[in-house]
């Protein structure tokens, strides 16, 4: 089963290094908008390789990072409600809410427990009848469908126990605003993952309305480096386009029938994003039919707005105007030990992929 | 009787019954069977070695393995890679009522043939049977006592580590942390790789009869190759570099840590020794431990450099290079 050392070849990567270097002439700005994105580039070492003209950023593309702190606050309050199971992806146990982490309040005695799939809530929910299992939806157009299929099946199986915390996100309004926004940005390092949901259609108005270069790329280092190639051709040749590098997993249309299922259960509603504020229909609430699952409905809540804690450069980071190095608390009073802004703490976010895989 | 009852850890008729018909009958030996509130142990006129660790796996029988082996195996290895000859084990356990006492039973024999084949003897140990709830399905202690000769006193402590030193593995990084990970139902997750979990006493003293440059040992169970190379480079006047390429690791290891977003360098084995050894004798260390069937994928990973002291860097495969550092918390829960 070779399907991993074939994008790790030595000889391959520099030689794609230099006809970068051949090719690019201008200053440029890439911008990736996917955790798995940022974690490769600084684990392989990606910028090191690069001629001094290419800056790569890193975008809101960690789920956690760029999800508010009262969503923390919410699950931290449903948690204290009667028979109240939480269930979630482990990213979100050490995440920092206004009061404290989901793993305090678990040492506290709430029953929070991890999960790798939302099909796991469910059976907990089965298992445990005579409790509320609520499962915390984090994550974009990748982890969406997976949620929306969870609810499928729970409807079906006409599970009364069981609901779910939406705070899915989708990607392109994100992306859109951060041009708008005037954030400096040639091209975009376009998400695999989400892309292998969504197609690459998605992104079309940013080639033909923001005139900027975006190619979908895979996360092996060959594939980072074809895609920056791409771009750099794009961006050269002053023909901005969308293509897409990782031609083995994602096409134009994406996957049809994971779309369908998420439309039928989600709608598209306003979300707040750090770093970005609220952008109108980049959220996925959930759809009236499926009201019985939607925590909100079932348990309205009123939690109060929040703020980031002081001296937290998160949100410009996200933005892709500062680097983690920026930050005055970087790897001094913000560490993944003790970690002050979610960009430190999810294994996705920008701050800890630069702490786990700096080299001096 | 099929069940573990709270009967059976009340001190009792049940208790005894347990004791006699199942830890007594399997882990059988002289000293054992004086039945004391403690085991007397022969005199030994050396350096004495002793260690304790607790084992909490969940689930408690894995492709490769089970807590009990991994009891046993666990503490013979703290005892063999500080340099000692691994002789007697106490055992507790701590069983939740309503544990099958088949699986029990299981665990008692997987423990009595890793002893066997370690050479070592159980000794002494103890029942506690707790509410259903209050601990999942059992826990198990294991504390060891074993003798280190004068010249291998040196070798807990890492003393006399230099520049040039190689690094040594005996085989294949992340199998236990993979193969408990699939075995959680929960997860639906099916491999091929088992759990290396083994006891390391012969392999190793075959190396230490034959070679005397053998500075440092130590397993590298719990937070992986990674977690060993930062504790040993930490608050000292050298570093390490690994070399990537020359991590031995499986292709199906790899696969799930892609999947499950770990890096190998992290994943808990229960089999594996990490040794630093003079460059002059680690080329025959090397052959001498493939020779052993727990070393055949041996490998040399990396040398201790002057250059970064205190840290472990890493050359990556495609020519880059990182500061491998702790992790802030566990890649996997309740691995050992």
Redesign the interface.
Known sequence: MKYQSEYRKKEDIQQLAAQIRKISKKEIRLMEVCGGHTMAIQKFGIPSLLPPNIKLLSGPGCPVCVTSRKFIDQIMAYSRMKEAIITTFGDLIRVPGSSGTLDEEKAAGADIRMVYSILEAIDIAVQNPGKQVIFAGIGFETTAPGTAAGILQAAQKKIKNFTVLSSHKIMPPAMAALIDDGVPIDGYIAPGHVSTITGSHIYEPLATDYKKAVVVSGFEPLDLLQSVYMLVNQIESGKPAVEIQYKRVVTEAGNQKAQEIMNEVFTLRADWWRGLGVLEKSGLGINKKFSDFDTNFRFPMDIPETSDPKGCRCGEILRGTLTPTDCSLFAKACTPVNPVGSCMVSSEGACQAYYRYRNN | MDKILLGHGSGGKLSHELISNLFMHHFSNNILLVQGDAALLPGINEQLAFTTDSFVVDPVFFPGGDIGKLAVAGTVNDLAVSGAEPLYLSASFIIEEGLPVSDLERIVVSMTEEARKAGIQIVTGDTKVVNRGKCDKVFINTSGIGRVKPQHAGIVKGNGIYPGDKVIINGTLGDHGIAVLAARE???FETTVHSDCASLNQLISGLLGSFSEIRFMRDATRGGLATVLCETTMHNDFGIRLDEAALPVK??V??AC?IF?YDPLYVANEGKVVIIASAAEAPQIIKKMKENPLGTDSAIIGEVVSDHPGKV?LE????????V?M???EQL?RIC
Not at chain 2, 316 to 323: E, N
């Open positions: 929960s997860l639906h292709e199906a790899v696969g892609e977003g860097v990556t495969s495609i020519g880059g290079s990182r500061i550092d992790l802030a918390g829960p």
